[in-house]
């Protein structure tokens, strides 16, 4: 009887253990609970292409104002999604909506606030930087018809140097991604049969390469495999210390993805369309586009206009295009031009608690 | 029997030689695979503690993430909010699946009819069988679009892959309670409650805290539900679990796909601390159950 | 199963004495609810993922099944390259992890000596224990660059007349990254069932067969594996089973590519594989409920294999018990 009682006593105590541990953490969380996202917070996700200066902007903007933004990069895809499922504050896309994803979103605005340039970044040992190249090799690359480096049309244009005898390794992204529609619009632009056999998209049927998630993803494979090729934004080049091409403009110049480059191309398109789209994808030709880089874009923020976070978001977004612009150029994001700013000031505006 | 067709075979010495050749490849085959099993588990877990070691650190584990942008001075960068995050997920996901997982055996060994018995076993079964993505799906079409993530929904996810583990592993120790304890109890005039929650469960606490825990070490390790629920995630430490938290499992997920050198160092880490805490847990579960069956079977 | 339901089970569990007894009334119907919450959550899974396939499935229709396109940009979709990956992973797996673990369950129990086989096999259950992300991990930064410098020129050069052994790839993603990955996760799952199963396997026909002058391997070849056989069977299904569902070491590590390739050396996509990494981006209605129209397909394949292998253990277990 006695053993009854201790093996009694033995199991409620272990029962009572397990049960104590549990609701020690569900009373930790609880407590906790009650306030809602802390009143300094920010939560923020989507394409990887401002990745590098948003992150900047993080330390900066919390430095100066107390504000702990938190930006999850994701892709333009994953940003446009989180948005609309209200998982975020703010999301962030090279690729401007579409009137479906508008009304997916039903209450969401979009506005630029980054600007700058996709680099088309390569791994061929013993090359220099900044090897010429054009949309319509690049789209026969990407389509399967060019395999090697030492192609003719590519060795043609580049005297200087020897092609050597390597396969090519596109290397593509193989998430959703604002980068992948800013490339496959200059493609399409380039190559007719690009155009009708693939198309532009933040995600496209690619004939050919290898994916990789991210643009850092991309980066990471570039360097690790000899011979590759793939697009992202030209701070990831920077970052990795990839070789990057410069790419035939309109004009017929070779132009670099610089701050020149960049400047020149957003001279393109200076009309917004009516949910704030600006296109500046291989501007034409002419004086003005001289020094242009073919493969620019804007990168846009994604705003509810009723959110609760609004007295955090808009100072944050101004602050953006204007502070936080000033961290650009060390990272190849252009300043955006004035009208710019006085247009995300006008739509910040509709953007209420 | 087929070994009678054999022995004819078999009783033909004048091809030893040949046979005695061929047992002996096949012995070293089998060495050899084995030798093979353990030299891959010795690369792979080798490879998470060389390389993880160089990441552990007292920073590691109590600092928050940081992204390093090149400006200003490298700040230490650690799993902190990963490591709190997910022992909230963890814990909902034992709060909702032991309970449940325990009164479900309770009913399919001491009081269910035995077609009912057998048609929630395969229930059970069936449930156990499916992917932790389908499982994921499945939450993040039920209660995430539209309303966001949290760890909460985390937690439930993974309850849902617990429960079967738990209820099937609660099971077994509940089988092994001998049946003259009920009898005697019953015998005694004690009401069927009453046997079974002061008679027959306590001498199943034991396996049942080991099932618990080989469940929760199975599925501290999950990705898949955690990718749909608890993605995006703040850098900081949470622990609101109406919120999506960051996780170890997702930590490693997010930075093994980067190009990012340091990242790797840091996945490689969170990967030893994840494997440590399933290691440690596993073998005192293991020690546990050795002891309290020895003990249950002991006494009769 | 339970000695304890010939005595007292169901209703007539507290209606033994006559007398009613309310804490048992409690008792039962507590721990139904909780029994009856497998069955309810089986409903709804089944329930939610077929109404979010649904708009796909009206779409597409089983041509589904046997078109090869993931593309956005069309609204086409289609699981063809996603199954032919799923299969061809899973049964490569299954193929290279069959005889390494049936040698390795032979040596535990027949060969080692008993201070070896306490060591080796608590080690082939921890492999078990490893995180498949950890796996995948390990096969992005380890495995793969090592397929790519040397596995992979080795097999071409060895092997190269066979198709499956094509050109040695730039990047070490591909299909036969998944196929070792998936190895390496089944191999301590069919080990270790096939190491009961040849436990059980009678002393009195293993003795036997040594007696009249067998070697020990005519000894396994001819009592242990026709005994064992629909357990190993069970085995090889349930590993089959883990293989298919395995979502996340497989996206890190296969590539996430929609064709189809006869190389193992090129990049593929199983079917958990791209639900988990296609989710995230997935904008469109279509698309996401294309997605789900994926997991349907794959519930359905583990469902089958599962019930096969359910089916497989309780015959064996029925016939054992005799």
Known sequence: MRAFATRRKRFFGGISVLLVAASAVAALSVSVAQARSSAGELKGAGATFPAPLIAVWQQRYEAAKDVKITYNPIGSGGGITAITNKTVDFGASDAPLTPDQFNACNGCVQLPWVLSATSIMYNIPGAPNNLRI?????????????????????????????????????????????????????????????????????????????????????????????????????????????????????????????LVGIRAAAQADRKFSPTNELSIVNPPPGKRFRKAYPICTYSYVLLRIQSQQAALLKPFVTWALTSGQAFGPALVFQPVPKYVVERGKTTLRRVHP | MSADSNTSQIFRTERIGRRKLVNHLVEAAATVSALLAVAVLVIVIGSVAKRGAGAISWDFLTKTPVIDTGFGEPQPSGIANAIIGTAIIVGIAVLLALPVGVLTAIYLNELAPKRVSAVLSLALDV????????????????????????????????????????????????????????????????????TTLSVVLPQAVGGIVTGATLATARVAGETAPLLFTSSLVSDEINTNPNEALESIPMFIFKSAEQADPALHEQAWGAALVLIAFILITSLLARAFAARSRRRILGER | MSVAQEQVSGPAAFKRR?????????????????????????????????????????????????????????ELFGARSFIFG????????????????????????????????????????????????????????????????????????????????????????????????????????????????????????????????????????????????????????????????????????????????TSLFEPGDTLASRIAGQYQGADTALQVSSLVYLAVILLVFSLVTNIIAQIVVRRVAGRHRV
């Open chain 3, 18 to 74: 006559g007398r009613f007894r309310p804490g048992d009334a409690v008792l039962y119907v507590v721990t139904l609810l909780a029994a009856v919450t497998s069955v309810v959550l089986l409903t709804l899974i089944t329930r939610e993922v077929l109404a979010d396939a649904w708009p796909a499935m009206d779409k597409f229709g089983l041509k589904f099944l046997t078109t090869q396109a993931w593309d956005q940009n069309k």
């Open chain 3, 86 to 261: 799923t299969v061809v992973t899973s049964f490569g797996a299954l193929i290279l992890a069959t005889p390494i673990s049936i040698a390795i369950a032979l040596f535990l129990t027949e060969l080692a000596p008993r201070w070896i086989r306490s060591v080796v096999g608590p080690l082939v259950e921890l492999l078990a224990a490893v995180p498949t992300v950890v796996l995948g991990l390990w096969g992005i930064l380890i495995l793969g660059p090592f397929i790519v410098s040397t596995l992979a020129p080795a097999l071409h050069g060895a092997l190269g007349f066979l198709p499956i052994f094509g050109p040695p790839p730039p990047v070490g993603s591909s299909m036969f990254a998944a196929i070792l990955i998936l190895t390496i996760m089944m191999v301590p799952i069919i080990s270790s069932l096939c190491r009961e199963l040849f436990l059980g396997v009678p002393s009195e026909l293993k003795d036997g067969a040594l007696a009249l002058g067998a070697t020990r391997w005519e000894m396994v070849r001819g009592v242990v594996f026709p005994y064992a056989r629909a357990g190993i069977a069970a085995a090889m299904i349930l590993g089959l089973g883990r293989a298919i569902g395995e979502a996340i070491a497989v996206t890190q590590v296969i590539g996430a590519s929609v064709a189809i390739n």
């Open chain 1, 134 to 258: 054009t949309g319509a090799i690049l789209a026969d690359i990407y389509l399967g018809k060019i395999k090697n480096w030492n192609d003719p049309r590519i060795q043609r244009i580049n005297r200087g140097f020897t092609m050597p005898d390597r396969a090519i390794t596109p290397v593509y992204r193989s998430d959703s991604s604002g980068t992948t529609y800013n490339y496959t619009s200059y493609l399409n632009t380039a190559s007719r049969e690009w155009k009708s056999r693939v198309g532009k998209g933040t995600t496209v049927n690619w004939p050919a390469g290898v994916g990789a998630r991210g643009s850092s993803g991309v980066s990471g494979v570039i360097s690790r495999t000899e011979g590759a090729l793939g697009y992202a934004d030209v701070a990831y080049a920077l970052k990795n210390k990839l070789k990057f091409f410069s790419v035939q403009n309109r004009a017929g110049n070779f132009a670099r993805p610089g």
């Open chain 2, 127 to 194: 449930l156990n069988g499916i992917p932790a993505i389908v499982i994921g799906i499945f939450v993040f079409v039920f209660l995430v679009v539209g309303h966001g993530q949290s760890g909460l929904k985390a937690g439930f996810a993974l309850s849902i892959l617990m429960l079967p583990m738990v209820a099937r592993a609660t099971q077994e120790v509940l089988a092994l309670v001998p049946n003259s304890l009920r009898e005697a109890s019953l015998a005694l005039g004690a009401a069927k409650w009453r």
